[in-house]
């Protein structure tokens, strides 16, 4: 029995709650990821798993072993860091998950100088608006939009996504421009719906004006939940959209899109990168994360609020659904 082997297996199977899954993210087979367990159970002469035919739960003996498990698995991997210069040159595999349109625009076009930088940094990146089940699917760390729904994350907040409202020349033509965001809740305009993913339905935009402030729900004919699609939508004469300026810039300065509302403003969407507490900080992940944190200090700069500026309200906000950037 390979004793490292044994320990990353059983740290996954706890992790995943599951032999078949810890089998995937290993790239083992489930027979394995079992006989590894049961050797490392034999080893150490306790039992550390609970097995059922739905789940498997780690026993209290089990429980206190993983986490001395964590601290030697990232001990290790820390030796062979410095025993590599990997400090100074970052490897391994890297797994993360961005949403859609982030990665279109900033984190894709700058990728070459990203491994430019780091040639042995091998990058798995999931491109979704879906939220990530970070144990389940092994992932190193998300990049997510809103407000974050699972305290039980660490997360650094990189970046402030300034929202503004837009619709195409086509649509204006048709259905006419509107002078104030109440407009929107009348017959003869639309919006481009965008399905938060953990509740699966839009949600009002909260807009203000001096004192004035406003909920904006809207009609729409349609509703995406991926924030590429919600942006061609509204580039086809759909309805009405609410951006981040990294999305409208292009289609903005081409005339494809037009701001409406000038004057209004919407409450900034935060924007964060977000791991597991039990996640070592690898060097790999933690020169991505600056990374990433450098790109949105150009495109999307960390908003300081002005003394004795109120915030519109939270409550009524975009982000309460812990989404990801439309």
Known sequence: MDRFDAMQAFARVVETGSFTKAAATLHMSKTSVTQLVQQLEARLRVRLLNRT???????A?????YERVLRLLADMDDAETSLSNASSAPRGRLRVDVPSPLARFILVPALPEFHRQ???IQLDLGVSDRMI???GENVDCVVRGGALSDQSLIARKVGDLQLRVYAAPDYLARSGKPSHPGELEGTHHRVVGFLWSRAGKPFPYA???GD?????HGRYVVSVDDGNAYLE???AGLGVLWLPDYMARIPRARGDLLPLFEGWQL???PLHIAFRPNRHVSAKLRVFIDWVASLMAEHAPVVRPAPGAEPVSRRTATTGSGGQVP
């Open 53 to 59: 035919t739905r789940r498997v739960n780690v026993t």
């Open 61 to 65: 003996d089990g429980a206190a072993y």
């Open 118 to 120: 780091y040639p042995e």
């Open 133 to 135: 089940d970070l144990i």
């Open 207 to 209: 807009m203000r004006r």
């Open 212 to 216: 004035e402030q406003v909920l904006v």
């Open 233 to 235: 939508a509204g580039l």
């Open 267 to 269: 409450e900034p969407m």
